[in-house]
């Protein structure tokens, strides 16, 4: 079962900065990874799926991968306030089963 | 397209009574996964079907969890005897089978539970 951690718990961008999200795994066979955002009202939104190494960019929003490392990466270039929620990582297995890290807060300062 | 929907939307219970949450997934999708959130934390799988075949019921937390999907549409989770430990958002979710890169997870809002 994949273990999945994120980094860091909670960061705070001003409007406009680069924002920096990390995601580490247990199992470097997955070749489906995701980034989602959570809203606390609302559901959770897939921004970025990756299926090889290297990078994929989708808008704003751009997912960096290294399964040799073990590790993928979200960049939000030209973050806005309404940016601001939980991001998740999730590496998906069979079945389409989703595993979860724990989140990283964002909040994007006017 | 209708999404995932789920009912209740927020649900308060004392320990000790029971729950049921209900999920209807996107028309079509023969996967359904049930999640559970607690707070400050990301989703962790409960259960998943294929029709209405359970194919992983391993990660649920104890006997006091039960999940059904009778006709392969509809699903219902019900925890008998809430605990405080209990409390959490309980999301459903769909998709085709087979898998693909390409094949997406569609997730509803949710049911937020707390238990006093």
């Known amino acids: 079962q994949q273990k999945v951690q994120q980094s860091p718990e909670s960061l705070t961008v001003s409007e406009g900065a680069m924002a920096s999200l990390n995601c580490t795994f247990s199992d470097g066979t997955s070749n489906n990874f995701r980034w989602y955002r959570q809203h606390s009202a609302k559901g959770l939104e897939v921004l970025v799926s990756?299926?090889?190494?290297g990078e994929k960019e989708e808008g704003r929003f751009t997912a960096h991968l290294n399964r040799a490392n073990l590790h993928v990466s979200l960049h939000i270039r030209e973050p806005q306030p309404s940016d601001s929620a939980v991001y998740l990582c999730a590496v998906m297995s069979n079945y389409n089963v989703l595993y979860f890290g724990s989140g990283t807060k964002l909040t994007v300062e006017p | 397209e209708a999404g995932v929907t789920q009912s209740p939307r927020y649900a308060v219970l004392q320990e000790g009574q029971a729950v049921s949450f209900w999920c209807d997934p996107i028309?079509?999708?023969?996967?359904l996964y049930w999640y559970q959130q607690p707070r400050d934390q990301g989703p962790q799988l409960l259960v998943y079907?294929?029709?209405?075949?359970?194919?992983?019921n391993s990660q649920l937390p104890s006997d006091r969890f039960s999940a059904v999907r009778p006709k392969g549409t509809n699903s219902t989770l019900k925890i008998q005897s809430a605990k405080q430990g209990d409390t959490a958002t309980y999301l459903c979710?769909?998709?085709?089978?087979?898998?693909?890169?390409?094949?997406?997870?569609?997730f509803g809002k949710g049911t937020r539970l707390t238990v006093v």
């Open positions: 028309s079509g999708h023969d996967t």
């Open positions: 079907f294929r029709d209405e075949a359970v194919i992983d």
């Open positions: 979710a769909s998709s085709f089978y087979p898998p693909g890169e390409n094949t997406e997870v569609f």
């Open positions: 990756i299926f090889s190494d």
